[in-house]
C-alpha cells in the first residue's frame, strides 16, 4: 500500500503554534490571539430584587410611590418634577396618576429600560430625552400626558394644567408656542 501524503493546508489556515499568547500564523509572522470576551459583571446586569428595593426606598405603607416619595426620587435622580424627563418616565412606566407609580408600574417600567439602581437611571436620561425627537413617540407621549394629566372624572384638563402641560411638550421646540400661550391668555378671559 503506497503511503498517504499529507495535505498541505491553505494559505488562511488555523496557527501552527501557540507560543505565550501569540500564534504563529502562514499569514503573518505572529500575531496576538484575543483573550476571550469579558462577561458582564453582576453589577451590570439587571435585578428585578434590586429594583424592587429600590422602589421600596420611596414607598410608602400602601407600596405607591407618593408624593413625598416622589420628591425624594426626583431629588435623589437629579431632577426637578416638573422636567420632561418625569414625564417621559411616567410614560415609560405606564403610570395612570400623575404624582403617584404603584409597584406594579415601576417593576414593569424599570424592568424596560433595565434600571434598578439611581446612576442606571440617570445613565437612560439621553435616552429618554430622544423619545420626544422620535415623532410617533412624541405623538404617543403627547396623548399620554392628556390622559396623565386629567383627573380621572373629567373629560378635559383645567386651562392652567393645560398651558403648563403644552408649555412642557412644547415650550422648547415650537417657535409659535409663546403666541399660542399668549392666545390662551386671552381665551381664558373670554370662555371662563
Given at each position: 500500500?503506497?503511503?498517504?501524503?499529507k495535505?498541505?493546508?491553505?494559505?488562511?489556515?488555523?496557527?501552527?503554534?501557540?507560543?505565550?499568547?501569540?500564534?504563529?500564523?502562514?499569514?503573518?509572522?505572529?500575531?496576538r490571539?484575543?483573550?476571550?470576551?469579558?462577561?458582564?459583571?453582576?453589577?451590570?446586569?439587571?435585578?428585578?430584587?434590586?429594583?424592587?428595593?429600590?422602589?421600596?426606598?420611596?414607598?410608602g405603607?400602601?407600596?405607591?410611590?407618593?408624593?413625598?416619595?416622589?420628591?425624594?426620587?426626583?431629588?435623589?435622580?437629579?431632577?426637578?418634577?416638573?422636567?420632561?424627563?418625569?414625564?417621559?418616565l411616567?410614560?415609560?412606566?405606564?403610570?395612570?396618576?400623575?404624582g403617584?407609580?404603584t409597584?406594579?408600574?415601576?417593576?414593569?417600567?424599570?424592568?424596560?429600560?433595565?434600571?434598578?439602581?439611581?446612576?442606571?437611571?440617570?445613565?437612560?436620561?439621553?435616552?429618554?430625552?430622544?423619545?420626544?425627537?422620535?415623532?410617533?413617540?412624541?405623538?404617543?407621549?403627547?396623548?399620554?400626558?392628556?390622559?396623565?394629566?386629567?383627573?380621572?372624572?373629567?373629560?378635559?384638563?383645567?386651562?392652567?394644567?393645560a398651558?403648563?402641560?403644552l408649555?412642557?411638550?412644547?415650550?422648547?421646540?415650537w417657535?409659535?408656542?409663546?403666541?399660542?400661550?399668549q392666545?390662551?391668555?386671552?381665551?381664558?378671559?373670554?370662555?371662563?
Amino acid at each position: 500500500m503506497p503511503v498517504k501524503k499529507k495535505r498541505k493546508s491553505s494559505g488562511v489556515a488555523a496557527a501552527v503554534a501557540e507560543d505565550g499568547g501569540l500564534k504563529k500564523c502562514k499569514i503573518s509572522s505572529y500575531c496576538r490571539s484575543q483573550p476571550p470576551a469579558r462577561l458582564i459583571s453582576g453589577e451590570e446586569h439587571f435585578s428585578s430584587k434590586k429594583c424592587l428595593a429600590w422602589f421600596y426606598e420611596y414607598a410608602g405603607p400602601d407600596e405607591v410611590v407618593g408624593p413625598e416619595g416622589m420628591e425624594k426620587f426626583c431629588e435623589d435622580i437629579g431632577v426637578e418634577p416638573e422636567n420632561i424627563i418625569m414625564l417621559v418616565l411616567a410614560w415609560k412606566l405606564e403610570a395612570e396618576s400623575m404624582g403617584f407609580f404603584t409597584k406594579e408600574e415601576w417593576l414593569k417600567g424599570m424592568t424596560s429600560l433595565q434600571c434598578d439602581c439611581t446612576e442606571k437611571l440617570q445613565n437612560k436620561f439621553d435616552f429618554l430625552r430622544s423619545q420626544l425627537n422620535d415623532i410617533s413617540s412624541f405623538k404617543n407621549i403627547y396623548r399620554y400626558a392628556f390622559d396623565f394629566a386629567r383627573d380621572k372624572d373629567q373629560r378635559s384638563l383645567d386651562i392652567d394644567t393645560a398651558k403648563s402641560m403644552l408649555a412642557l411638550l412644547l415650550g422648547r421646540t415650537w417657535p409659535l408656542f409663546s403666541v399660542f400661550y399668549q392666545y390662551l391668555e386671552v381665551c381664558m378671559f373670554f370662555y371662563f
